[in-house]
Protein backbone atom coordinates (compact mmCIF):
# COMPACT_ATOMS: atom_id res chain seq x y z
CA UNK A 1 0.00 0.00 0.00
CA UNK A 2 1.20 3.48 -0.40
CA UNK A 3 1.80 5.73 2.41
CA UNK A 4 0.07 9.08 3.23
CA UNK A 5 0.31 11.66 6.32
CA UNK A 6 -3.37 12.73 6.77
CA UNK A 7 -3.93 15.70 8.49
CA UNK A 8 -6.44 15.04 10.94
CA UNK A 9 -8.04 17.47 13.54
CA UNK A 10 -10.94 15.83 14.84
CA UNK A 11 -13.31 17.82 12.65
CA UNK A 12 -15.55 17.27 10.14
CA UNK A 13 -13.76 17.98 7.11
CA UNK A 14 -10.40 16.41 8.19
CA UNK A 15 -12.60 13.03 9.18
CA UNK A 16 -14.17 12.89 5.48
CA UNK A 17 -10.52 13.65 3.93
CA UNK A 18 -9.31 10.70 5.84
CA UNK A 19 -12.20 8.38 5.04
CA UNK A 20 -11.40 9.09 1.62
CA UNK A 21 -7.87 8.45 1.45
CA UNK A 22 -8.60 5.15 2.92
CA UNK A 23 -11.06 4.65 0.50
CA UNK A 24 -8.68 5.16 -2.43
CA UNK A 25 -6.28 2.66 -0.64
CA UNK A 26 -3.66 4.57 1.45
CA UNK A 27 -2.30 3.49 4.26
CA UNK A 28 -2.53 6.37 6.40
CA UNK A 29 -0.90 8.10 8.71
CA UNK A 30 -3.01 10.56 10.57
CA UNK A 31 -1.34 13.40 12.17
CA UNK A 32 -2.86 16.39 14.66
CA UNK A 33 -1.40 19.14 16.58
CA UNK A 34 -1.53 20.37 19.95
CA UNK A 35 -0.82 23.93 19.38
CA UNK A 36 -3.11 25.90 21.85
CA UNK A 37 -5.69 26.06 21.01
CA UNK A 38 -8.49 26.75 23.17
CA UNK A 39 -10.82 24.09 21.77
CA UNK A 40 -8.87 21.37 23.08
CA UNK A 41 -11.38 18.71 22.59
CA UNK A 42 -10.86 18.06 18.92
CA UNK A 43 -7.84 16.55 20.16
CA UNK A 44 -9.86 13.89 21.72
CA UNK A 45 -12.15 13.62 18.89
CA UNK A 46 -9.22 13.29 16.38
CA UNK A 47 -7.63 10.20 17.94
CA UNK A 48 -10.85 8.21 18.20
CA UNK A 49 -11.71 8.57 14.68
CA UNK A 50 -8.26 7.80 13.77
CA UNK A 51 -9.08 4.51 15.42
CA UNK A 52 -12.48 3.85 14.05
CA UNK A 53 -11.32 4.72 10.42
CA UNK A 54 -8.49 2.08 11.19
CA UNK A 55 -5.61 4.61 10.32
CA UNK A 56 -1.85 2.80 10.52
CA UNK A 57 -0.59 5.21 12.99
CA UNK A 58 -1.90 8.56 14.76
CA UNK A 59 0.13 11.16 16.09
CA UNK A 60 0.20 14.22 17.74
CA UNK A 61 2.76 17.00 17.42
CA UNK A 62 2.97 19.60 20.55
CA UNK A 63 4.23 23.59 19.81
CA UNK A 64 2.36 26.58 21.28
CA UNK A 65 1.19 29.50 18.76
CA UNK A 66 -0.65 30.65 22.07
CA UNK A 67 3.04 32.19 22.46
CA UNK A 68 2.40 34.49 19.89
CA UNK A 69 -1.61 34.97 19.65
CA UNK A 70 -3.00 36.72 16.76
CA UNK A 71 -6.27 34.98 16.55
CA UNK A 72 -9.03 34.20 18.58
CA UNK A 73 -8.57 30.23 18.50
CA UNK A 74 -5.31 31.00 20.43
CA UNK A 75 -5.28 34.05 22.27
CA UNK A 76 -8.28 34.03 25.43
CA UNK A 77 -8.62 38.15 24.93
CA UNK A 78 -9.48 37.75 21.33
CA UNK A 79 -13.27 36.37 21.61
CA UNK A 80 -14.74 34.25 19.39
CA UNK A 81 -17.24 35.94 16.89
CA UNK A 82 -20.80 34.72 17.06
CA UNK A 83 -21.92 36.18 14.08
CA UNK A 84 -20.39 37.03 10.43
CA UNK A 85 -17.59 39.43 9.90
CA UNK A 86 -16.22 41.30 6.73
CA UNK A 87 -12.65 39.96 5.40
CA UNK A 88 -10.41 37.74 7.08
CA UNK A 89 -11.77 36.49 10.82
CA UNK A 90 -10.37 36.76 13.62
CA UNK A 91 -10.46 32.74 14.22
CA UNK A 92 -7.96 32.95 11.26
CA UNK A 93 -4.22 31.28 13.15
CA UNK A 94 -1.30 32.87 11.55
CA UNK A 95 0.34 30.35 9.19
CA UNK A 96 -1.02 27.89 10.87
CA UNK A 97 -1.30 25.54 7.37
CA UNK A 98 2.19 26.59 6.46
CA UNK A 99 3.27 24.96 9.97
CA UNK A 100 0.92 21.72 9.91
CA UNK A 101 1.88 21.28 5.86
CA UNK A 102 5.51 21.55 6.93
CA UNK A 103 5.24 19.07 10.26
CA UNK A 104 3.55 16.57 7.45
CA UNK A 105 5.96 16.68 4.66
CA UNK A 106 8.42 15.99 7.12
CA UNK A 107 6.93 13.10 9.00
CA UNK A 108 6.39 12.07 4.96
CA UNK A 109 9.91 12.08 4.32
CA UNK A 110 10.56 9.66 7.02
CA UNK A 111 8.17 7.55 5.88
CA UNK A 112 9.10 7.43 2.36
CA UNK A 113 5.54 8.88 1.69
CA UNK A 114 5.19 11.13 -1.16
CA UNK A 115 1.16 12.19 -0.59
CA UNK A 116 -0.09 14.76 2.01
CA UNK A 117 -4.07 14.68 2.62
CA UNK A 118 -5.40 17.66 3.94
CA UNK A 119 -9.25 19.16 3.97
CA UNK A 120 -8.87 22.79 3.27
CA UNK A 121 -11.67 23.79 1.28
CA UNK A 122 -12.65 27.02 -1.22
CA UNK A 123 -16.18 26.81 -1.18
CA UNK A 124 -17.73 26.74 2.16
CA UNK A 125 -15.01 28.62 4.09
CA UNK A 126 -14.09 31.48 6.00
CA UNK A 127 -11.51 33.48 3.49
CA UNK A 128 -8.74 31.83 5.03
CA UNK A 129 -5.77 32.33 2.70
CA UNK A 130 -4.08 29.15 3.56
CA UNK A 131 -7.04 27.30 2.59
CA UNK A 132 -6.64 28.37 -1.46
CA UNK A 133 -5.86 26.32 -4.39
CA UNK A 134 -3.16 28.69 -5.26
CA UNK A 135 -1.45 28.47 -1.59
CA UNK A 136 -1.47 24.47 -2.10
CA UNK A 137 -0.09 24.79 -5.55
CA UNK A 138 2.79 26.97 -4.24
CA UNK A 139 3.38 24.51 -1.01
CA UNK A 140 3.17 21.46 -3.18
CA UNK A 141 6.10 23.63 -5.45
CA UNK A 142 7.90 24.48 -1.87
CA UNK A 143 7.74 21.05 -0.81
CA UNK A 144 9.38 19.29 -4.04
CA UNK A 145 12.22 21.95 -3.94
CA UNK A 146 13.22 21.91 -0.42
CA UNK A 147 13.69 18.16 0.45
CA UNK A 148 15.94 15.35 0.21
CA UNK A 149 13.44 13.03 -1.41
CA UNK A 150 12.52 16.10 -3.98
CA UNK A 151 15.52 16.78 -5.25
CA UNK A 152 16.46 12.87 -5.31
CA UNK A 153 13.55 12.52 -8.12
CA UNK A 154 10.34 11.80 -5.86
CA UNK A 155 7.36 14.29 -6.20
CA UNK A 156 5.29 15.08 -3.08
CA UNK A 157 1.57 15.26 -3.88
CA UNK A 158 -0.52 17.94 -1.27
CA UNK A 159 -4.27 16.33 -1.95
CA UNK A 160 -7.07 18.54 -1.01
CA UNK A 161 -10.09 16.18 -2.20
CA UNK A 162 -12.85 18.64 -0.93
CA UNK A 163 -11.20 21.71 -2.31
CA UNK A 164 -14.28 22.21 -4.73
CA UNK A 165 -17.05 20.67 -2.65
CA UNK A 166 -19.43 22.58 -0.33
CA UNK A 167 -20.02 21.18 2.91
CA UNK A 168 -23.40 19.54 2.05
CA UNK A 169 -21.58 17.51 -0.57
CA UNK A 170 -18.75 16.99 1.58
CA UNK A 171 -21.82 15.68 4.57
CA UNK A 172 -22.95 13.14 1.67
CA UNK A 173 -19.89 11.93 0.63
CA UNK A 174 -18.66 11.06 4.42
CA UNK A 175 -22.19 9.18 4.81
CA UNK A 176 -21.65 6.90 1.81
CA UNK A 177 -18.25 6.11 3.75
CA UNK A 178 -20.07 5.49 7.17
CA UNK A 179 -18.54 8.32 9.31
CA UNK A 180 -20.45 8.85 12.09
CA UNK A 181 -20.23 12.98 12.43
CA UNK A 182 -21.40 13.26 15.71
CA UNK A 183 -18.30 11.91 16.67
CA UNK A 184 -16.37 15.34 15.42
CA UNK A 185 -15.64 18.07 16.61
CA UNK A 186 -15.83 21.62 14.40
CA UNK A 187 -16.53 24.05 16.73
CA UNK A 188 -14.34 26.71 17.43
CA UNK A 189 -15.55 27.15 21.35
CA UNK A 190 -16.51 23.87 21.97
CA UNK A 191 -16.65 23.06 25.67
CA UNK A 192 -14.35 20.23 27.53
CA UNK A 193 -16.85 17.30 26.88
CA UNK A 194 -17.03 18.53 22.74
CA UNK A 195 -20.43 20.11 22.90
CA UNK A 196 -20.78 23.43 20.07
CA UNK A 197 -21.74 26.81 20.48
CA UNK A 198 -23.78 27.02 17.05
CA UNK A 199 -23.03 30.28 16.79
CA UNK A 200 -19.32 30.60 15.41
CA UNK A 201 -18.24 30.46 11.75
CA UNK A 202 -17.74 26.64 12.00
CA UNK A 203 -21.01 25.99 13.95
CA UNK A 204 -22.81 28.08 10.75
CA UNK A 205 -21.27 26.41 8.28
CA UNK A 206 -21.44 22.47 9.38
CA UNK A 207 -25.38 23.36 10.49
CA UNK A 208 -26.46 24.51 7.05
CA UNK A 209 -24.09 21.81 5.03
CA UNK A 210 -26.53 19.09 7.18
CA UNK A 211 -29.77 20.97 6.38
CA UNK A 212 -28.90 21.38 2.60
CA UNK A 213 -27.70 17.62 2.54
CA UNK A 214 -31.39 16.93 4.08
CA UNK A 215 -29.28 14.74 6.78
CA UNK A 216 -30.33 15.39 10.42
CA UNK A 217 -27.46 17.50 12.29
CA UNK A 218 -26.08 14.82 15.11
CA UNK A 219 -24.08 17.99 16.36
CA UNK A 220 -24.11 18.01 20.73
CA UNK A 221 -24.55 21.14 21.08
CA UNK A 222 -24.13 23.35 24.31
Wanted: include cysteine; proline fraction near 4%; glycine fraction near 8%.
Amino acid sequence: MKKAVVLLSGGLDSTTTLAIAKNQGFECYALNFDYGQRHRAELGAAKRIAEQLGAGEYRVIKFDLSSIGGSALTDESIEVPDQPTEGIPVTYVPARNTIFLSIALAWAEVLQATDIFIGVNAVDYSGYPDCRPEYIKAYENLANLATKAGVEGQHFHIQTPLMDLNKAQIIQLGIKYGIDYAQTVSCYAADKEGRACGVCDACRFRAAGFKEAAIEDPTRYI
